[in-house]
Nanobody, 123 residues
Framework: VQLVQSGGGLVQPGGSLRLSCAAS????????IGWFRQAPGKRREGILC????????YYAESAKGRFTIDRDNAKNTVYLQMNNLNVEDTAVYYC?????????????????WGQGTQVTVAS
């Protein structure tokens, strides 16, 4: 199981970014998808997760109305679309999954992680 991330970079406040998370060794299918982030000096937090089997979607308060998850099954890739970004969104972002059933957005539930990608929001 391997997750390879791409995307990220520098964006101005109010802008948008899309992060990619390509899977190998398994097919996304109905496995849980988790997006997490870690800002400088802070703990990693779950921001948007979809449970196994397309179950319940969890949004952190900071992500509601701005972040969504998309899929491209042909590319076996999931995406985090982030809109209306602000400086508080600056962090290293991670995608994650687990081949066991996952319901929730606690990082302890996720055993496979992408390498992380930096997102910096600044004018």
């Amino acid at each position: 199981v391997q997750l390879v991330q791409s995307g990220g970079g520098l964006v101005q406040p109010g802008g948008s970014l899309r992060l990619s998370c390509a899977a190998s060794g398994f097919t996304w299918g109905h496995y849980a998808i988790g997006w997490f982030r870690q800002a400088p000096g802070k703990r990693r937090e779950g921001i948007l997760c979809i449970g196994s089997g397309g179950g319940r979607t969890y949004y952190a308060e900071s992500a509601k109305g701005r972040f969504t998850i998309d899929r491209d099954n042909a590319k076996n890739t999931v995406y985090l679309q982030m809109n209306n970004l602000n400086v508080e969104d600056t962090a290293v972002y991670y995608c994650a999954t687990d081949l066991q059933s996952v319901f929730g957005c606690d990082e302890g539930f996720f055993g496979a992680w992408g390498q992380g990608t930096q997102v910096t929001v600044a004018s």
